[in-house]
C-alpha cells in the first residue's frame, strides 16, 4: 500500500461535475480528501495479451470520490434534457433537421441486412412464392375515375316532325285555367283594380261574373280564358302569371323577326312575378257585373304597322293624353300598377294581332285551298333541329298546374316511410335523364311506380317515344291517366305532336303488361329513392329480360358496390351484367328535398360481363396450377 504525499483539494474534483451538483453538495468545500490506491506491477508481454483492465468498483458512494490516475475513464454523467433541446426531439424531427430536403413520411425505416446469408434466402423465397393475381374489376374503368362524367355538350337530334295535323280546338273535355280557379274561388283573392273609378267592382272575385281575359294559342281554333285573380297562398297556381309566361313563349318561339317587331321585345323580368298582391278583398264578394265590358275596346287598323308596335290612348290616368307603349311592355307595366283596364286593352290588341297572323285572308278563288296557319309552318321548321326547351318546359307546367295542382292534398295520403311514399323528379332531372339514356322517337319507356305520370308524359313529349307507366297508389294513377288526357289537348293546342302514353294502375311485380314490355324496353326508369330493400331485391331479377343495351335508371343502385372487384362472391350475381354509372343531380331536382344526390345508369353489357368472367375464370385456373406446382 502506497500513500500519497498530498493530499488533493475537493474543489479540484468538483469542476468534474456540473455547477447545479456542486451546489447541491453535501460535503463542504473546505474539508480535505485522502484517496488511498493500490498499485501492482505486470510483466509486460502479459500485460500487452491480456484484456484491458476494468475499473475497480469505489468504495465510497459519495459523488466525490475519483480516480487519480488517467487510465481509468471518469464515469458518464448523465444530462438533463431540456426543454427545446436538440435531444429531446423526436428521431423523425431530427432526421428533418440534418437533411432539410428529405421528404418526411410515418413508415418505419426499413431495415438493411449486409448479410449475404439473409439476401440469399430472400432471394429464394420471391423465386418459389407465386405472383398475386391481378385485381378484376367489372368496369373498364380505373377505380380513380371521377364517377361523374359530364354531359354531353352536343346530344344527337333524332329528325321527326313535330307538327300536328289535327286541328287546336281544345273540346269539352279540356281542363282549362278558368275551370280550375273557378273550382278554388274561395282560395283566390283580387289583384287588379280600375284606377279612374274606384267603385269598379268588375275585377273582385265572384262565382259568375268574375273578371278573365282570353288568350290565342299557335294552332288553329285554339284558346284558353284566364281568372284575372291572385291565389291567397303564393305556392299555388296564379292564372295571370301563367298568362304572361305563355303568351312570351309564343311571340319568342312561334313568330319570324318581323313578327316580333309587332309586339315589341320581351321584357327580360316578369314584373308579375315580382309584384305583390293586394290585400284580400271582403269575405262576402259584391254582385258585379262581367269584365268583358271592360275589356271591349275600338282597335286601330292592322294595315298600320305604327300602330302595332305601340298602344295608343291606352292611359290611365284622367286625362286621355295618348302614350306609345311597346304591347309587351304594357302587359308588364299593367300588372305591375295593377291597372285592370290597361291589361285587359292590351291583351285584346294582342289577340287581335295573333288571329290576323293565324287566319290569312282567304284567297279570292272559292276553290283555292286556304292558306296554311304561319304559326305551324314555324313548328314545320323544327324537324332538324327538335322543339325548342322553352316550348317544352312551358306545356309541361301548363299541363302540371290545372291536371296535379288541384290534386295535391289527395296525394300526401301515404304510409310514412314506407315504399308508397310519394314523390316526384322535376322536369329539369327528367330532361336530363332523357337526353342522356338518348331516348327517340323509335324508342320504349317504361316508368316503374311512375306516381302522377309526369316523367312518362314528358319522354312521350320530348322525343315522341312510346312510353308505359304503372303505379300501385291509386290517388296518383287517378291523376296520371287525367295528366295524360290533358296533354294530348294541350298538345294539339300547341300544335305538337307527340309519341303514345299508355298508364296502369296495379303492381310492377305482378303485372303481366310489365313482363310483356319489359324485353323490348329500351330505359327503364325506378324512382327507387324510398323503396324498401324487399321490393328493391324483388326487382332485380325482373331485369335478367331486359335487351342488350338497355338502361336502367335509378335514385338508389341496384349494385352492392360501383366498379366492384370481381370474387367468387358476386362473379354470379344478377347485377353482375350491369355497367353502372353514378350522376349527380342538384337542389331543386327532387320534390322530396332541397339539396343535391346522385342517380344511377345501368347498362346491360352482356358482353362485357363475359369476358370479365372468362379473365376471371382464367385467372383461377392458374392460381390453381400455380399452388400444385409448389407442393
Same mark, same amino acid.
Given at each position: 500500500m502506497l500513500t500519497s504525499s498530498a493530499p488533493r483539494s475537493a474543489s479540484s474534483d468538483l469542476a468534474f461535475f456540473s455547477s447545479s451538483k456542486v451546489s447541491n453538495s453535501v460535503a463542504s468545500t473546505s474539508s480535505n480528501v485522502v484517496v488511498t490506491t493500490r498499485v501492482a506491477r505486470r510483466p509486460a508481454n502479459q500485460q500487452s495479451r491480456s484484456a484491458p483492465a476494468t475499473r475497480a468498483p469505489s468504495s465510497s458512494s459519495s459523488p466525490l470520490s475519483s480516480p487519480l490516475t488517467s487510465d481509468h475513464s471518469p464515469p458518464r454523467k448523465r444530462k438533463t434534457q431540456t426543454v427545446g433541446s436538440s435531444s429531446a426531439l423526436p428521431r423523425d424531427v431530427k432526421r428533418l433537421r440534418a437533411d432539410p430536403e428529405a421528404e418526411y413520411t410515418d413508415k418505419p425505416r426499413k431495415r438493411i441486412?449486409?448479410?449475404?446469408?439473409?439476401?440469399?434466402?430472400?432471394?429464394?423465397?420471391?423465386?418459389?412464392?407465386?405472383?398475386?393475381?391481378?385485381?378484376?374489376y367489372r368496369s373498364s374503368r380505373s377505380r380513380s375515375t371521377s364517377l361523374f362524367p359530364g354531359l354531353d355538350t352536343e346530344t344527337p337530334i333524332t329528325p321527326r316532325r313535330w307538327c300536328t295535323d289535327k286541328d287546336g280546338a281544345p273540346? *269539352? #273535355?279540356?281542363?282549362? &285555367? /278558368? =275551370?280550375?280557379?273557378?273550382?278554388? =274561388? *274561395?282560395?283566390?283573392?283580387?289583384y287588379f283594380k280600375?284606377?279612374?273609378?274606384? &267603385?269598379?267592382?268588375?275585377?273582385?272575385?265572384?262565382?259568375?261574373?268574375? @273578371?278573365?281575359? $282570353?288568350? $290565342?294559342?299557335?294552332?288553329?281554333? %285554339?284558346? $284558353?280564358?284566364?281568372i284575372l285573380l291572385a291565389p291567397k297562398d303564393k305556392d299555388h297556381y296564379g292564372p295571370i302569371m301563367d298568362l304572361e309566361r305563355s303568351l312570351h313563349c309564343i311571340v319568342e318561339n312561334y313568330l319570324t323577326p318581323p313578327q316580333q317587331a309587332l309586339f315589341g321585345p320581351i321584357p327580360s323580368d316578369a314584373l308579375s312575378e315580382a309584384a305583390s298582391p293586394p290585400p284580400s278583398p271582403s269575405p262576402s264578394p259584391p254582385h258585379s257585373r262581367s269584365s268583358t265590358s271592360s275589356g271591349s275596346s275600338s282597335l286601330t287598323s292592322l294595315s298600320d304597322s305604327s300602330t302595332l308596335s305601340s298602344l295608343t290612348s291606352l292611359s290611365t290616368s284622367s286625362t286621355n293624353s295618348p302614350i306609345r307603349v311597346p304591347?309587351?311592355?304594357?302587359?308588364? #307595366?299593367?300588372?305591375?300598377?295593377?291597372?285592370? @283596364? +290597361?291589361?285587359?286593352?292590351?291583351?285584346?290588341?294582342?289577340? &287581335?294581332? +295573333?288571329?290576323?297572323? *293565324?287566319?290569312?285572308?282567304?284567297? @279570292?278563288d272559292l276553290f283555292a285551298p286556304v292558306p296554311p296557319n304561319p304559326l305551324m309552318q314555324v313548328v314545320e321548321g323544327w324537324s332538324e333541329k327538335g322543339m325548342p326547351k322553352k316550348v317544352l318546359m312551358r306545356i309541361i307546367e301548363e299541363n302540371y298546374q290545372r291536371s296535379v295542382g288541384p290534386n295535391v292534398h289527395s296525394l300526401k295520403q301515404y304510409e310514412a316511410f314506407s315504399s308508397t311514399v310519394y314523390g316526384e !323528379? =322535376?322536369?329539369?332531372?327528367?330532361?336530363?335523364?332523357?337526353?342522356?339514356?338518348k331516348l327517340n322517337e323509335e324508342s320504349l319507356f317504361l316508368d316503374l311506380g311512375s306516381g302522377v305520370g309526369n316523367v312518362v308524359v314528358q319522354a312521350s313529349l320530348q322525343t315522341g317515344c312510346r312510353s308505359f307507366g304503372v303505379e300501385l297508389m291509386p290517388a296518383p294513377a287517378k291523376v296520371a291517366r287525367q295528366m295524360a288526357e290533358q296533354l294530348k289537348v294541350r298538345c294539339r293546342m300547341w300544335g305538337i305532336r307527340m309519341g303514345e302514353v299508355e298508364l296502369e294502375e296495379g303492381n310492377m311485380l305482378t303485372s303481366k303488361r310489365v313482363d310483356e314490355l319489359i324485353a323490348k324496353a329500351d330505359v327503364v326508369l325506378v324512382d327507387n329513392k324510398v323503396f324498401e330493400e324487399s321490393l328493391n331485391e324483388a326487382l332485380r331479377p325482373k331485369f335478367l329480360d331486359l335487351k342488350e343495351?338497355?338502361?336502367?335508371?335509378?335514385? *338508389? @343502385?341496384?349494385?352492392?358496390? !360501383?366498379? %366492384? #372487384?370481381?370474387? /367468387?362472391r358476386?362473379?354470379?350475381d344478377i347485377s353482375a351484367i350491369f355497367d353502372v354509372t353514378e350522376r349527380p343531380y342538384h337542389s331543386g331536382s327532387v320534390s322530396w328535398g332541397n339539396n343535391g344526390g346522385s342517380y344511377y345508369i345501368h347498362r346491360v353489357d352482356r358482353g362485357g360481363y363475359a369476358k370479365i368472367r372468362e379473365k376471371f375464370e382464367n385467372s383461377r385456373v392458374g392460381g390453381r396450377s400455380t399452388r400444385g406446382s409448389r407442393r
Open positions: 441486412y449486409n448479410s449475404s446469408k439473409n439476401s440469399s434466402r430472400a432471394s429464394s423465397r420471391q423465386c418459389t412464392q407465386p405472383p398475386s393475381p391481378e385485381p378484376i273540346g *269539352k #273535355r279540356h281542363l282549362s &285555367s /278558368e =275551370m280550375v280557379v273557378k273550382r278554388l =274561388m *274561395k282560395s283566390y283573392k283580387s280600375n284606377h279612374d273609378d274606384p &267603385s269598379d267592382r268588375s275585377f273582385q272575385p265572384h262565382p259568375t261574373n268574375y @273578371p278573365f281575359a $282570353e288568350l $290565342e294559342y299557335p294552332n288553329t281554333g %285554339a284558346s $284558353e280564358r284566364f304591347l309587351l311592355r304594357a302587359v308588364q #307595366r299593367a300588372i305591375h300598377r295593377q291597372d285592370g @283596364p +290597361l291589361f285587359l286593352r292590351a291583351i285584346a290588341q294582342i289577340n &287581335s294581332i +295573333l288571329r290576323s297572323l *293565324k287566319y290569312p285572308p282567304l284567297p @279570292p !323528379l =322535376m322536369p329539369s332531372l327528367a330532361h336530363e335523364i332523357i337526353q342522356v339514356t343495351g338497355a338502361i336502367v335508371v335509378s335514385l *338508389k @343502385p341496384f349494385v352492392s358496390s !360501383l366498379n %366492384a #372487384r370481381v370474387t /367468387e358476386n362473379v354470379d
